[in-house]
């Protein structure tokens, strides 16, 4: 059973930091493509950031320069640093764990609430 347990969330006020943890099981994330996407009230899921099973990265225009994903597969973790926060960063953020036609996994999310 493929579990992903996003953790990390939390209120900061602008110009702060968080780090966001996804700790996965029932998947090997060495073979996985794992990203980060969020979702704000009235707004539809978008992307974040992804990291592929070979490292590479995409970070979605609005988070570039300030937000960097990064995994470790012997923690079976990804994690996204999130510097420079801003009020329009505020949104439920959600783990994924994509293998194409294989399997496409989602967490529960986390809240991530920027505001003074």
């Known amino acids: 059973q493929v579990q992903l347990v996003e953790s990390g969330g939390g209120l900061v006020q602008p110009g702060g930091s968080l780090r966001l943890s996804c700790a996965a099981s029932?998947?090997?994330?060495?073979?996985?493509?794992m990203g980060w996407y969020r979702q704000a009230p009235g707004k539809q899921r978008e992307l974040v950031a992804v990291i592929s099973s070979g490292g590479s990265t995409n970070y979605g225009d609005a988070v570039k320069g300030r937000f960097t994903i990064s995994r470790d597969n012997g923690k079976n973790t990804v994690y996204l640093q999130m510097n420079s926060l801003k009020p329009e960063d505020t949104a439920v953020y959600y783990c994924n764990a994509r293998r194409v036609l294989i399997y496409d996994h989602w967490g529960q999310g986390t809240q991530v609430t920027v505001s003074s």
């Open positions: 029932g998947i090997i994330l060495s073979i996985t493509s």
